[in-house]
């Protein structure tokens, strides 16, 4: 039901995107009011060929959706879920004087009040009404101050939409043809998966240098605390130490003047300078501050939020988007880090009221955006209103209240002072006892005012990093002092390959680059990780093998469609188009037929003639990754990812959620050495048929081949072994009876009684009752009599067994506060908190799996989860509605007339 408040000498009709959004914001407007929601967009470019309208079906565009023959005019359909909204809104509209598109401020939200305006043809004012928090305040404001649409916003989002579909739809065809059918491309998701997929590539290519050095025990000899310190090795005879960051990713020196310290060279020479003198040669001070970091906006919230929460993209936009449609934050979709003045006001009160005004600036601080093209409109992310409500005052819990306190504690310390102390850089030296002189080095920091440090210290994706809080205290040392070696610890040290994106590194990256819009960052990680081209593993994202072969094609045939300036030039132009300083057909001419200078090599070739001509793409040299040192190649295949050694026609499958790095030449060697499973045991002495053991993608199974003039409709029985089976000692004796499932026990009450394994486990079925089995074994030797005893006992839930303690103990759940736990379930391991369970995704493992990462599946699996069944209202109570908004319309119409008659 629309949210109605009553009615004041005329009725505005009020359309927002989401229906909790329509029920804060009816209750911050007066009398004369509706407020319906559209529940999100209401019309787009046809999904599939019957969505097609008739009289389109014919035209050669018509799959596209975009009239490329014709300016590239979109067609737009109402989606069959929201014609009974539109109709709805339609109704609604019959009885209102004035409609207010009250949509987000943002380039999507100005396009929903666009179709929204096309699609319901209103015949009276139409007011753009914009706001940024959900506030009474901000909510009357945008009343009495409307606007017009801007169509600028508009042409860009359309061109931004018509764009997408050309890429989609016309380069996802042929992945369908040259990589496996069902795939998508996309020109912000494409890209994104090659940035993955070039980081696993430098993994692969990288090779590990192992260095040493040394670390000393220096001790002041006086009474003072600390007295004691750790410096690290400098340099050997003025020549500096080798550190990781000498070495290429080949593994050799950059520069071959630096000392590179093998283990033997390093004990040695911390021997020859064990309890030998040690002298402060010099000490630099130099004050130190930190300056507060700017407030959120979408990306830097992202990625603080998957940091210090453990929350994906996708799972902080929407708790986000709560937040906001009921009045907790500003709109969460921006670019900005400015605050208005009020915010600036409300936070430097709640410091001033927190910490006390020595911790607040005598200025208000004022930040700009760095972000280029920021446009996505308003403030920072900011708790809403005049005055800051802290966490404790919000009434929120579970991740609301702690995404909450996130945003509140950031915005409190943007507009406190400075932190400030002291840095200290000492170098000190000592002569080994072979006459080497060894110069040692140790570096400090105190922090005399803590400043903005006090609410908020900014996480960091590298966790060796320091904290900006972080102190490490020195002695206070003077050049000239003695100290004395109370140790000397060689330690060996290895490179590492570059760290794999996280969801917080990545959007950090394509923000950096420029590309696509940081609003689109948490949908474009969930489409990508939906689509099986990258998967997790803890919080890293891996590339699969199939992001490979799709990162292949596209860079060997559409590689201006994934290099990253183009698509970073694309965003360019599109903000051009909003700015009004470029027309959008012009440029979609020539992104999709491309330019005359593409002829002589000078222009840009277009995309259609990119997906015309395939000749020369082999879809079999696309699908191959090289395993390194080696003449193995792993493949993708129609079922999945597998290897083979040359022309050998013998394949092995790769493990589901093996990361490409992992599969060096070794583990390579390793798969092509374990046992095959292709083992014959024999030959059925029934029907003669030979009887094979096979490991399959789903686990080990028994099947029978089928002589070469068999039916072409004949399918060969297949089993799947038993658990306490195993394919290296499985036997035709014990195959055979597996062959045999499902086993026909008898009858009873007149219908035949079955043992049959399925998903759930082994079972016995009589018509369309059934019983479980305790144990595989069990349907081997159940017998009817036994049969109908279990029929005869009433039907247990689950599977009647005392539940299997779990696998790991993980911690609290920050959301619920209950204890997560790993357990095996029949579907595998899976991550439960008592109330919600999770299952394990691609990549994860029992072993390896933290608390963050079980606390992120299982608050996805909550927001997957269905609404609880809301309770129908009792008759009396619908009748009493009913009379009640009968009555109401009734004099509202009677109001009319007589206002009518009196005009």
């Not at 009725?11 to 009398?31: C, F, Q, W």
Request: one cysteine or more; a neutral charge.
């Amino acid at each position: 039901m629309p949210a109605k408040n009553g009615n004041g000498g005329g009725t505005r009709l009020v359309i927002v995107e989401s229906p909790s959004k329509a029920k804060t914001i009816a209750g911050y407007l007066g009398r004369g009011y509706v407020v319906e929601s559209s529940i999100g967009h209401i019309r787009d470019l046809p999904e599939k060929a019957d969505d097609i309208p008739e009289r389109y079906k014919k035209m050669p565009w018509a799959r596209l959706g975009v009239n490329v023959d014709h300016e590239f005019e979109p067609l737009y359909i109402v989606n069959a879920d929201k014609k009974a909204q539109v109709k709805k809104l339609k109704e609604l509209l019959k009885d209102a004087d004035e409609l207010y598109l009250a949509t987000d401020e943002d380039r999507e939200g100005e396009a929903i009040a666009w179709h929204l305006r096309e699609e319901l043809k209103p015949k009276i004012p139409v007011r753009r009404m914009v706001f940024h928090e959900i506030t009474p305040k901000a909510i009357q404001e945008a009343v009495r101050n409307p606007r017009d649409l801007n169509l600028k916003l508009v042409d860009a989002q359309e061109t931004r939409r018509i764009l997408d579909r050309l890429y989609g739809y016309e380069v996802s065809p042929v992945l369908w043809k040259k990589v496996k059918p069902r795939l998508s491309a996309g020109r912000v998701q494409s890209v994104a998966t090659r940035l993955v997929v070039e980081r696993e590539r430098e993994r692969l290519a990288f090779t590990a240098a192992h260095y040493w050095d040394i670390s000393a025990l220096l001790d002041t000899g006086r009474d003072e605390d600390p007295r004691v310190f750790t410096a690290g090795l400098i340099s050997v005879d003025g020549r500096r130490v080798a550190q990781g960051r000498d070495f290429a990713t080949t593994g050799t020196l950059k520069n071959a003047d630096t000392l590179h310290l093998d283990e033997p060279a390093a004990r040695s020479l911390a021997t020859r300078l064990e309890n030998r003198p040690f002298e402060v040669t010099s000490v630099e001070r130099k004050p130190y501050k930190r300056s507060p970091y700017a407030p959120f906006r979408t990306t830097t919230l992202q990625q603080e939020a998957s940091r210090k929460l453990g929350f994906s993209s996708k799972y902080t936009m929407q708790i986000a988007q709560r937040l906001y449609e009921n009045g907790f934050i500003t709109y969460m979709r921006t670019d900005s880090i400015t605050l208005s003045e009020t915010a600036i006001a409300a936070a430097r009160s709640q410091a001033v009221k927190l910490y006390g005004s020595a911790y607040v600036p005598d200025k208000p601080r004022v930040y700009q955006s760095k972000v280029k093209n920021a446009q996505e409109a308003h403030e920072a992310i900011r708790p809403s209103g005049e005055e800051f409500r802290t966490p404790g005052e919000t009434g929120l819990s579970g991740d609301q209240f702690r995404l909450y306190e996130l945003i509140w504690q950031r915005t409190v310390a943007s507009q406190m002072k400075d932190a400030v102390g002291e840095s200290v850089s000492v170098r000190i030296q000592g002569t080994s006892t072979s006459g080497e002189r060894a110069e040692f080095g140790a570096s400090g920091r105190v922090i005399t005012f803590h400043g903005f440090l006090k609410a908020y210290v900014e996480g960091a994706d590298d966790p060796s990093t320091d904290r900006d809080d972080q102190e490490r205290r020195l002695p206070a040392l003077a050049e000239g002092d003695r100290l004395t070696a109370t140790e000397m610890n060689p330690e060996g040290h290895s490179t590492r390959p570059p760290a794999r994106y996280t969801e917080a590194s990545l959007i950090k990256e394509l923000e950096e680059r420029e590309i696509g819009r940081p609003s689109t960052y948490a949908s474009i990680i969930g489409t990508i990780l939906d689509r099986g081209y990258v998967f997790k593993k803890g919080t890293a994202l891996v590339p699969s093998f199939l992001a490979f072969a799709v990162v292949n094609l596209l860079e060997k045939h559409f590689g201006h469609l994934v290099d990253y300036e183009f698509t970073a030039r694309m965003e360019d132009c599109l903000d051009s188009i909003a700015r009004g300083e470029a027309e959008r057909v012009p440029w979609l001419k020539r992104f999709y037929f491309g330019d005359d200078a593409a002829a002589d090599g000078n222009g840009d070739t277009g995309l259609k003639y990119l997906v015309t001509d395939l000749g020369e793409i082999d879809a079999r040299e696309i699908s191959s990754i090289p395993i390194r040192g080696t003449d193995i190649v792993a493949r993708v295949g129609r079922y999945g990812p597998y290897l083979q050694r040359g022309d050998d026609p013998q394949r092995v499958n790769i493990p589901d959620g093996m990361a490409p790095d992992e599969l060096t030449a070794e583990k390579a060697e390793e798969l092509f050495s374990a046992p095959s499973g292709d083992r014959v045991l024999g030959n059925d002495p029934v029907t003669g048929r030979e009887i094979v053991a096979k490991s399959g993608r789903y686990g080990p199974y028994v099947t029978e081949v089928l002589p070469e003039d068999a039916p072409k409709d004949a399918k060969p029985r297949t089993a799947s072994l038993f658990k306490s089976m195993s394919l290296d000692t499985i036997t035709l004796e014990q195959a055979l009876p597996l062959l045999s499932l499902p086993r026909v026990l008898g009858r009873l009450d007149g219908e035949e009684v079955t043992a049959q394994n399925g998903k759930f486990g082994p079972y016995i079925k009589k018509g369309t009752d059934s019983r479980s089995l305790a144990a595989e074994e069990d349907l081997l030797t159940v017998t009817l009599e036994q049969a109908k005893e279990l029929f005869a006992q009433p039907k247990q839930r689950g599977r009647g067994r005392a539940a299997a303690p779990p696998l790991r103990e993980l911690g609290e759940d920050p959301n619920s506060k209950k204890p997560i736990v790993v357990k095996e379930g029949r579907f595998g391991p899976y991550v439960t908190d008592g109330e919600t369970n999770a299952s394990l995704r691609k990549g994860d493992t029992v072993e390896d799996i933290t608390l963050a990462r079980a606390a992120e599946l299982l608050a996805e699996r909550r927001e997957k989860a269905p609404a609880p069944k809301k309770k129908a209202a009792a008759k009396t109570s619908s009748k009493s509605t009913t009379k009640s908004t009968t009555k109401t319309a009734a004099k509202t119409t009677k109001s009319k007339a007589k206002s009518s008659t009196k005009s």
